[in-house]
């Protein structure tokens, strides 16, 4: 028997949530069963949990789309019974029972080994937002955005993706600049690596076709007209990684900034990306990111604190990273 934050809908579609005591016969097909140690919490758990934009399509489900843990039981060629492992995206959570829950079965195919540079607890420190944040670096320097080709703009820099984003680029040398819509949360932007920081006022409103070129890159969480206005502003050939919509799914450019000054649009898509490529982002974790800094902007809250955070993340009030202690 195993505890888990259980979402079920009744006959006349209303969503509700509980933590629930399951039996191990309960959980989905899979040839890894993984004993979870720790969960996270995204913008994406929070839309689950709270049943907003039909993130869950299928009840009943138990949402978290990150876990990690240790395997207790494999008949998947790669891993075996004790090894630690870590899990991101994958439909897991919206589709697949995920990682709100102290056991998963799931596809060995969907988990990546974990590097001994994290411990569990780390790992979910870090999650499918600051894993995200990875691949969006990955993505600006495979468009050589380099340190020395201008500052880098980071939006929504107080959540999960962004404070992420600006420890790892602060600690490979970017001038890093944080958009932010929580002017009291400057110093902490700062403490992370963002040499300045701006309002999320400035980036919000109507854009232009064209605006002053102020970045050599961004990674923006955000969308929208805060999208629109980056790349409006964004240096020759820069480069803008984007990889939320906080703000909205709408992208009201034009061809200007890409035909003009050869700027590239690189979508980030953490769900189904190769496990060569994830192994990458979390080798480069562990040596691009400051774990003072991640356990600086970590909080640990327990499993039935769910509900309670999944409004806060949706209202915009969580700072950083909240893991989810699954056994607590």
């Known amino acids: 028997m195993f505890r888990a934050l259980l979402l079920e809908q ?16 309960d959980l989905p097909a899979g ?18 949990i709270k049943n907003r934009n039909r993130v869950v399509r299928s009840f009943p489900m138990v949402p978290g789309i990150d876990f990690a843990g240790v395997v207790a039981q494999s008949s998947h060629g790669d891993f075996v019974a004790g090894d630690r492992v870590v899990l991101n995206g994958w439909g897991v959570g919206e589709s697949h029972w995920g990682g709100f829950a102290q056991k998963a079965r799931v596809s060995g195919d969907w988990l990546v080994a974990l590097p001994d540079t994290f411990s569990t607890q780390q790992a979910m420190a870090v999650g499918t937002a600051g894993y995200t944040s990875m691949l969006a670096v990955l993505a600006l320097e495979e468009h050589d955005i380099t340190p020395d080709r ?27 600049v944080a958009s932010t819509g929580r002017p009291a949360e400057a110093d902490y932007l700062r403490s992370l690596g963002a040499a300045d920081v701006i309002d999320r006022a400035e980036l919000s409103g109507e854009s232009p076709p064209l605006a002053k070129a102020r970045w050599a890159g961004a990674v923006d969480a955000v969308g929208s007209t805060t999208l629109a206005n980056i790349l409006a502003a964004t240096r020759d050939n820069g480069c803008v990684a984007a ?9 009201p450019t034009t061809v200007m900034p890409f035909i003009l000054r050869g700027v590239t649009l690189a979508g980030i898509n953490s769900v189904t990306v190769p496990r060569i490529r994830r192994q990458l982002c979390w080798e480069r974790l562990g040596t691009d990111l400051d774990p003072d800094k991640l356990a600086g902007m970590t909080t640990v809250e327990p499993l039935d604190a769910l509900p309670r955070l999944a409004d806060e993340i949706l209202a915009g009030r969580i700072r950083g990273r909240v893991v989810i202690d699954v056994n607590a």
């Open 10 to 25: 009744d006959d006349e579609g209303v969503v509700t949530n509980r933590i629930a005591t399951l039996d191990e016969a």
């Open 31 to 48: 040839d890894v069963l993984v004993d979870v140690e720790y969960s996270t919490v995204n913008y994406k758990d929070g839309l689950a």
């Open 150 to 176: 201008g500052p880098i703009v980071v939006t929504g820099s107080s959540g999960g993706v962004g404070s992420t984003a600006i420890a790892i680029l602060g600690q490979l040398g970017y001038e890093v």
């Open 243 to 251: 990889c939320g919509l906080a703000q909205g799914v709408d992208l």
